[in-house]
């Protein structure tokens, strides 16, 4: 479909996109009362990060949502940030801040479309049906506008879909891989299915490791929607409190956004916590997509061997297969995962440098990566814990 004439524009709040708009091109497969496919681009979701304050005036994510509308209908939008650092991202960029500054430039500040500290995949330019291609290409260009006309180092898209990644290079961005761990719902019927597609060893180990889990004096309760009560939250937030000290020296999240999506989240959510005489002592939360779990924050007040794995892990697993979900995404990073089931997957991102010279030396950084997270990829999947051969022996 022809987008026509297209009008690009900048907001500063989401306020002033209506939800039904917004959500129209974010996530149009929901417009019945299903899930999203990703329910980090809804419009609750990045209006509960601005309205507690964790993006905004001091976190150095200014939003800047880009719109683009045809004959005064919206086709198109992205979660869009003015940077000042690059914290929260996942896709590391700090050696090119600090090669550009060597050499006498400015890096900060720069232009993100991304979900702020959510190292999740999925689609970044949203447009409604119909309007893709128009869509895509009118964001892109009012973005690399943007930061040409405010002589800006660069602007960045991360984590989004393979199909952008392509339709982005095609536009002239440079294209960056990534690896994740992800696992994948091979039609099981339960847990025990999965694990009789491991090798021996590995099935071995993983019903260890649940055991140790599981006996560590309490119970595992997974809570999600109208279950999860205002008592879930105070202990997931100081779990996220912990974990947020000792990775990043300061949690991103305010304990507004928690207390926000209590009301507006808690049917995207899936906790998991580890409770003994009724007090959480280690939780997990997930956020539910259609097909995907999508697994974001763990914490502990006290260290049980394995328990980490389970909340995180196989719990994750259980919830996906008893659900006829086809993937769970475990975060950032964490070759760890590979033993429990997950395999790297490719993650892509996209960037547009505005130095000739600066973006020439990225250009080729990024092809000699590329082939090198290829090669880590074929390797690791072939450390991977399924079974080589499928007459194997079972214990």
């Known amino acids: 479909m022809d987008g026509g004439q297209i009008e690009i524009e900048l907001h ?71 940077k000042s650092h690059s914290q929260g991202e996942y896709v590391f960029d700090h050696n090119w801040a600090h090669a550009y500054e060597t050499a006498g430039g400015r890096y900060y500040p720069k232009l993100q479309v991304a979900v702020p500290f959510s190292p999740v995949t999925g689609r970044r330019f949203l447009t409604r049906p119909g ?21 800006l180092s660069g602007a960045h898209i991360t984590f989004c879909s393979a199909s952008e990644a392509e339709a982005g290079r095609e536009m002239g961005l440079l294209h960056r891989t990534g690896q994740q761990f992800h696992w994948v719902n091979d039609a099981y019927a339960d847990f025990g299915g999965f694990l009789d597609a491991l090798s021996s060893r590995k099935r071995k180990n993983i019903r260890k490791e649940r055991a140790q889990a599981q006996g ?6 997974a809570v999600t929607g109208e279950d ?15 974990t947020g000290a000792r990775k990043w020296g300061s949690p991103y999240l305010t304990r ?59 719990q994750a697993i259980d919830f996906a297969i008893a659900n006829g979900l086809g993937t769970v995404e475990a975060g950032a990073q964490g070759e760890h995962k590979l033993a429990r089931g997950y395999l790297p997957v490719e993650t892509h991102s996209l960037h547009w440098i505005r130095d000739a010279g600066f973006r020439e030396a990225v250009a080729n950084y990024l ?14 999947t072939g450390w991977g814990p399924f079974r080589n051969e499928p007459q194997e022996d079972h214990e």
């Open 367 to 380: 092809e000699a990566e590329r082939a090198a997270v290829s090669e880590e990829i074929e390797v690791l």
């Open 12 to 82: 500063t709040s989401l306020a002033s996109i209506p939800l039904e708009m917004w959500d129209a091109c974010a996530c149009p497969e929901a417009a019945n009362g299903g899930r999203p496919n990703d329910p980090f681009t809804t419009h609750r979701f990045l209006s509960a990060l601005e309205e507690s304050g964790s993006v905004g005036p001091g976190t150095g994510w200014q939003p800047r949502y880009l719109t683009a509308k045809s004959e005064g209908h919206l086709i198109a939008v992205a979660p869009l940030y003015a």
């Open 256 to 314: 507004g956004f928690f207390d926000i999506a209590h009301d507006a989240l808690r049917d995207d959510i899936l906790m998991v916590f580890a409770v003994r005489a009724g007090v959480p002592i280690a939780g997990a939360m997930n956020m539910i997509g259609r097909d995907t779990l999508y697994g974001r924050y763990w914490g502990c007040v006290e260290h049980h061997a394995c328990l980490h794995f389970e909340l995180c892990y196989y």
């Open 228 to 242: 999860i009560q205002p008592a879930h939250w105070d202990a997931m937030w100081r779990f996220y409190q912990d």
């Open 216 to 221: 560590f004096g309490g119970e595992i309760v």
């Open 131 to 151: 309007f893709e291609a128009a869509g895509q290409a009118a964001l892109v260009q009012g973005m690399v506008q943007v930061a040409a006309d405010n002589e």
